[in-house]
């Protein structure tokens, strides 16, 4: 009876370190798109789904750097302005 006692404490132990171990890590993760949440609920193949949110991705325009120094002066972008006339 000890032993069968024992065993069940010892799957609960288990059963709450699954469960709670990676709540953390589950919840700093950014959300699914509702797009891509919504497919892989209706169960189409996760890889698929993937590689159409890579191809859609690409086809975005890249960032562009205007200041290729990366030196980020408002002040001096202000005082360009003020001297216009």
Excluded: N, Y
């Excluded at 132990?13 to 949440?37: C, H, N």
């Excluded at 590689?51 to 859609?56: E, M, P, T, V």
């Amino acid at each position: 009876m000890l032993i069968v006692g024992g065993a069940v404490v010892l799957a609960a132990v288990v059963f709450l370190a699954i469960v709670l171990a990676p709540w953390k890590s589950v919840r700093s993760e950014a959300p699914l798109d509702t797009d891509i949440e919504t497919r892989l609920l209706l169960g189409e193949d996760p890889a698929q789904v993937a590689a159409d949110a890579d191809a859609a991705e690409s086809q975005h325009p890249g960032v562009h750097v205007l200041d290729p120094d990366g030196a980020d002066d408002e002040d001096a972008d202000l005082d360009d302005l003020r001297d216009v006339d």
